[in-house]
């Protein structure tokens, strides 16, 4: 056992030292701590309103030529206009795309 113990008593020895000589290189007794930033807390901003866009019915529009001629459908066009008819369009008829 005494065989074993030197050696090893040695090895614990060399490791406590490097630990100890590694921590007072990688933080010396006279360092200063870092300085800490403090961000401030951002205030949530609306945003802004979104642009509207209409459409002017024309003799022959439908809902759905509609929704292709302004690349939207027909789903949205309803949801949009809950007060229109879809069936009945009357020309000039304004109507949110948007």
Known sequence: MTRYAA??????????????????????????????AT???VKHVK?????????????????????VKTHTTVARLERLNPGVSTTALRVGEQITVK
């Open 39 to 41: 961000v401030p807390k």
């Open 47 to 67: 945003r802004a309103a979104a642009i509207t866009r209409t459409y002017v019915v024309q003799r022959g529009d439908s809902f759905s030529s509609i929704a």
């Open 7 to 36: 050696p090893a008593a040695l090895l614990f020895v060399v490791t406590v030292a490097v630990l100890a000589l590694h921590y007072t290189v990688q933080r010396p007794a006279h360092a200063v701590p870092a300085v800490t």
